[in-house]
């Protein structure tokens, strides 16, 4: 158990739907990060906040956005979903921002788009 | 562009059979070299971080070196519970630090 916990492990939902995934991170991290999965694509980095305040994007989609709260814990939103969308979502977090600064990575949201 | 290209995709051993995985990067500047390890349906697990070649880490059955090209992954006489995906990422010199994945080597070893 890394200590990172998402919330829901499973969701469906159809096209054009919006969904919220939610992660809290590790006690005493401050740095959020998201990734999608697929099974084309691999792990891709999506985005980074750190103390509430966006820190680094990456290929993340204009339907998608994120946001980290002050007690920490963060959501993903996902709009106008599309077939494409179906993915595990991963959330990870760090101590800080450094290259010394492992993540570790929460079990997951299955995402299935129908 | 960032890159980082796992090598072999899959990969059978038989219990005890000691073997090596490759991870190729090519970044403006390495920062860290990170190894996870993922089982089906979890998170990745992290392993190792590396920051320069020739800096060699061990844990259990499992060791990591990093050369100024690449990283492997060496596992000496695996179980059947060392099967698993083993993902390599790779931090470039720059304003982020966030890492550039590989797409994994599947490593199943039979009993």
């Known amino acids: 158990d890394s200590g990172v916990t998402q919330t829901p492990k499973h969701l469906i939902t159809a096209t054009g739907q919006r969904v919220t995934l939610r992660c809290s991170p590790r006690?005493?991290?401050?740095?959020v990060y998201w990734y999608q999965q697929s099974l084309d694509q691999g792990l891709q980095f999506l985005i980074q906040?750190?103390?509430?305040?966006?820190?680094a994007k990456g290929n993340i989609l204009e339907r998608f956005s994120a946001q980290q709260f002050p007690d920490l814990h963060s959501e993903l939103n996902l709009s106008s979903l599309e077939l494409g969308d179906s993915a595990l979502y991963f959330c990870?977090?760090?101590?800080?921002?450094?290259?010394?600064?492992?993540?570790?990575f929460g079990p997951g949201t299955r995402l299935t788009v129908l | 562009e960032d890159q980082v290209t796992q090598s072999p995709e899959a990969l059978r051993l038989q219990e005890g059979e000691s073997s090596s995985l490759n991870c190729s990067y090519t970044?403006?500047?390495?920062?860290?070299l990170f190894w996870y390890r993922q089982d089906p349906g979890k998170g990745p697990e992290f392993l190792f971080t590396?920051?320069?070649a020739g800096e060699e880490k061990e844990k259990e059955r499992l060791k990591a070196t990093l050369t100024k090209k690449e990283s492997f992954l060496h596992i000496t006489a695996p179980k059947p519970e060392d099967s698993a995906t083993y993902l390599c990422?790779?931090?470039?010199?720059?304003?982020?630090?966030?890492?550039?994945f590989g797409r994994g080597t599947s490593l199943i070893v039979h009993p």
């Open positions: 990870a977090s760090s101590v800080g921002v450094g290259t010394y600064n492992e993540q570790f």
């Open positions: 006690s005493g991290d401050l740095s």
């Open positions: 906040y750190y103390n509430g305040e966006e820190r």
């Open positions: 970044v403006s500047g390495l920062r860290g």
């Open positions: 590396l920051y320069s």
């Open positions: 990422a790779a931090v470039a010199s720059g304003g982020s630090y966030i890492p550039t």
